[in-house]
């Protein structure tokens, strides 16, 4: 107690010096050097900020246009399938996906590297050139995994009329169809994933409940002979394999 009220005393000197020291200097000349008092400074921190913004969301524009999303969604399904909520750990399952992820997209990264960075840290091209040949490798890769009713679905959306070929797809019609074509995708094979885990679970009800247990919880006799049939099968090896190549 005597404790807290040291914290809550100290807390209060703080905030009162710290509300003084900012009454006592109202303009701060760190920060007016950043800031400054024109309306160009002002816009030029507002830039600023956009980019610090989209580089803070870079990560995850980019895993959404990738293979990780429906890996992460598969190994999610298999742990919940399996009964283990917290095995493997959510750093495990993420690790994996990643690098599976790596393995997966390393032919895009490869021709993003050949025909956009190289050529731009040479100076043969410029910025705008870059970005363009850059998407071009990951735009046919998502291609090949959207559906077309999802990419139809969109496209009536956005009113485009204009539509000769894949070429001419927007990306930000692109990419949401790549991404709920990733999902559905993801959901199915969860679907699969389920469905021997599901019989075992239903075999040890019955035979609980025909013995006359029925006080003692299926998951507990269930479990043992759902990670035994994981392993026996080699289960990792079967779904990793199927991922990758579902992607080829």
């Known amino acids: 107690m005597k404790t807290k009220v040291k914290v809550l005393v100290l807390a209060t000197i703080l905030i009162l010096v710290l509300t003084e020291f900012v009454n006592a200097q109202p303009e701060v000349p760190f920060f007016e050097g950043i800031i400054g008092n024109t309306p160009e400074d002002y816009v030029f921190s507002l830039r600023l900020l956009i980019v610090l913004t989209i580089l803070t969301l870079a990560p995850s524009i980019l895993i959404m246009m990738t293979s990780f999303t429906r890996i992460i969604i598969v190994l999610s399904f298999i742990r919940n399938a399996l009964g283990m909520q917290q095995t493997p750990p959510n750093q495990v399952i993420i690790g994996l996906a990643l690098f599976l992820t790596f393995f997966i997209m390393t032919p895009v990264a490869q021709e993003i590297n050949a025909n956009a960075i190289q050529p731009y840290t040479n100076e043969e091209i410029n910025f705008s050139e870059a970005l363009d040949r850059a998407m071009e490798p990951i735009r046919k890769f998502m291609f090949k995994q959207t559906r077309n009713k999802d990419l139809a679905l969109f496209l009536n959306i956005s009113n485009l009329e204009e539509i000769n070929g894949i070429e001419d797809v927007p990306n930000n019609v692109l990419i949401p169809a790549f991404i709920i074509s990733e999902l559905k995708t993801a959901f199915q094979i969860g679907f699969v994933i389920y469905i021997p885990f599901l019989i075992i679970d239903m075999v040890v009800s019955s035979t609980l409940m025909s013995m006359g247990m029925m006080m003692l919880p299926p998951v507990i006799i ?27």
């Open 222 to 248: 269930s479990l043992p002979f759902k990670i035994l049939l994981f392993v026996l099968v080699d289960g990792w090896n079967l779904i990793t394999k199927s991922l990758i190549l579902g992607f080829n």
